[in-house]
């Protein structure tokens, strides 16, 4: 069974960054079926993908357009997790943040674990 | 990339048939099979219910089900449950450099 814990802080003072981790039990973060993954879901926004991480034979970084200027998301295969870092935070990047496996296999893609989720505040 | 449409709410009573619609465009939605649908409650994460158009990952109800035709996908939950009751959302791998697309998100009541 895949489990997936988050951590980091709740409250980010605008123009700092915001930095979340995701730790993976049951699946290496080396896996090559699977991309590990960061959402975001806001009242004004709903759900967004903000981008994801993946092995490959080697690393594979996408990010959403939205975000691509500020966003940064990292292995760990020392501790088997992965980061999300999200640069100049304003108080529109207040949401609820998801780390996510996405299950790549074949023709296969959804998000089949999630993480509980961590409500980020953008505030002063 | 805009959100996939969804209906902002659907109700019925328990035992009814209910059916959630995500219009999107022939770049996501009608463009490949990587249509998947989530449950959640409040506080909770979601929940994948349906995968890849209409699979069903194990341990997921068989009343619901899923369908595509065109750039609409739809989620049909049979034999409504109070248990159902939840916020539901749609999903689809996009061919904009976005690389997947949620739904508006359909609140769901059970009468």
């Known amino acids: 069974q895949v489990q997936l814990q988050q951590s980091g802080p709740g409250l980010v003072k605008p123009s700092q960054t915001l930095s979340l981790t995701c730790a993976i039990s049951g699946d290496s973060v080396s896996s090559n079926s699977a991309a590990w993954t960061w959402i975001r879901q806001s009242p004004s926004r709903g759900l967004e993908w903000l981008g994801r991480t993946y092995y490959r034979s080697k690393w594979y970084n996408d990010y959403a357009v939205s975000v691509k200027s500020r966003i940064l998301i990292k292995p760990d295969t020392s501790k088997n997790q992965f980061s999300l870092q999200l640069n100049s935070v304003t108080p529109e990047d207040t949401a609820v943040y998801f780390c996510?496996?996405?299950?790549?296999?074949?023709?296969?893609?959804?998000?089949?674990?999630w993480g509980q989720g961590t409500l980020v505040t953008v505030s002063s | 990339q805009s959100a996939l449409t969804q209906p902002a709410s659907v109700s019925g009573s328990p035992g009814q048939s209910i059916t959630i619609s995500c219009t999107g465009t022939?770049?996501?939605?009608?463009?490949?099979?990587?249509v998947s649908w989530y449950q959640q409650h409040p506080g909770k994460a979601p929940k994948v219910m349906i995968y890849?158009?209409?699979n069903r990952p194990s341990g997921v109800s068989n009343r619901f089900s899923g369908s595509k035709s065109g750039n609409t996908a739809s989620l049909t939950i049979s034999g409504l449950q109070a248990e159902d009751e939840a916020d539901y959302y749609c999903s689809s791998y996009t061919s904009s450099n976005t690389f997947y697309v949620f739904g508006t998100g359909t609140k769901v009541t059970v009468l």
């Open positions: 890849d158009v209409s």
């Open positions: 996510a496996r996405d299950r790549v296999v074949g023709t296969t893609k959804f998000f089949d674990y």
């Open positions: 022939s770049s996501d939605v009608g463009g490949y099979n990587y």
